[in-house]
């Protein structure tokens, strides 16, 4: 089944989840993927060919973060965001709505967009929709997301609707200065759902941004600090609502169990620093479980970190090594953690997309998390 640039190739029986192709302008990607994540252009501790190597075609990068640092005219001069990095696949680009609201000391939210002030050097901004468009088509993103309202847990109903009256506006002044600038970009903008923990309010917002016919369609407002069981209600809620021949992005998760939850609701993308950011805390991922390198227990441990991993750092060092190497606080540790993570969520997305062809995924997600959460559950009570 094809709709525009998104096509669905299997469907497993039991539940939700299915594959597909994505068809983006520096080529096609399979889903569902997991994008890394490369805030400042560069995805920490690892170089591009790394990606290469490991099959990854589609990564993420941050507006609020590139605006403020280098900023649009250094990136536009170099030919846009591919060219300045040096990355030859795919970019997806966050609006920095989430940034604002979460790193700026200080932010003012008004009909014609946010005004704030920069984490870095205090100096102060504004963004509105058009302007993120626009910033957005300066990088030559392959896909753009709008400038939306990023609301926290615990928050009233009120506070809920007025940011989704305002993400909404906004998102339909989005899509008009994206398709005023379509043949300059080439790039997609999807829409973002929000509504808060409110079924009626993510109902509703589902409804208005679906209507405006976005290339693909983004729940934002979870993982945001909620409870897993409230997390996976409304991932399910909201999920059941998208048009089904959109791809569906669920923003900020990258955990095994996060991700195979958001794989089983149908959802085709997800985003997350978590494998880069606890590689550089020396946490890496195994088949039996996340383990931290700084137990003491790994002293002399000279296996692999995953016996059935077949990346870099599986085939070349051991876990006494990579110890060693975060206890003196060389670079490297971070480099080669970051690699093996990367290399294992990679691999375990692949084994996904083979397990819904193949009409088992529900059986596969049983058994991936029977024996990880186990080991996981083991290291922390070490």
């Known amino acids: 089944m094809m709709h525009g640039i998104f096509s669905i190739t299997h469907r497993d029986p039991s539940c939700l989840a299915r594959t597909g192709r994505l068809l983006l302008p520096h080529g ?3 889903t569902p993927v997991f994008m890394p994540v490369g805030t400042n252009g560069s995805v920490k501790a690892v170089d591009f060919s790394v990606l290469d190597d490991m099959g990854i075609r589609l990564i993420l990068s941050n507006t609020y973060h590139l605006f403020l640092r280098p900023g649009v005219d250094i990136i536009r001069e170099a030919g846009g965001l591919h060219s300045f990095i040096g990355w ?28 704030f002030r920069s984490h870095i050097d205090g100096s102060y901004h504004t963004l509105t929709p058009e302007g993120v468009v626009d910033i957005q088509t300066a990088f030559g993103s392959d896909v ?25 506006a906004w998102a339909r002044r989005s899509k008009e200065r994206w398709e005023s600038l379509r043949e300059e970009s080439g790039g997609l903008l999807f829409g973002i759902v929000q509504g808060n923990f409110f079924h009626d309010l993510r109902r509703r917002s589902v409804e208005e941004i679906c209507a405006l016919e976005l290339p693909g369609t983004a729940i934002g407002g979870l993982s ?33 169990e996060y991700i ?18 606890t590689a550089r805390n020396a946490s890496v991922f195994t088949r039996s479980g996340r383990i931290s390198l700084r137990r003491e227990r790994f002293t002399r441990d000279f296996g692999p970190l995953d016996p059935e991993c077949t990346c870099y750092t599986c085939r070349r060092y051991t876990r006494a090594y990579l110890r060693h190497l975060f206890k003196a606080q060389e670079i490297m540790g971070p480099v080669l953690a970051t690699i093996h993570n990367l290399h294992f969520l990679f691999t375990m997305v692949e084994e996904i997309r083979e397990s819904i062809r193949e009409g088992r995924f529900s059986r596969y997600k049983r058994a991936f998390l029977a024996r990880y959460q186990e080991g996981t559950r083991a290291d922390e009570n070490e």
């Open 28 to 30: 096609e990607v399979e």
């Open 88 to 115: 030859q696949g795919n970019i997806l680009t966050d609006s920095g709505g989430y940034q604002v609201f979460s790193l700026a000391p200080f932010r003012k939210i008004r009909e014609e967009g946010v005004y």
């Open 144 to 168: 753009m997301m709008p400038l939306d309202v990023c609301t926290p847990p615990g928050i009233s109903k009120k506070e809920a609707e007025e940011a989704l009256e305002i993400t909404t």
């Open 224 to 256: 945001v600090g909620e409870s897993f069981p409230v997390f996976q209600e409304f991932l399910a809620f909201t999920a059941a609502l998208l048009p089904s021949e959109v791809p569906h992005y669920l923003m900020g998760i990258g955990t095994p």
């Open 260 to 277: 195979l939850e958001a794989v089983e609701q149908g959802i085709d993308m997800f985003d997350c620093v978590f494998p880069t950011r």
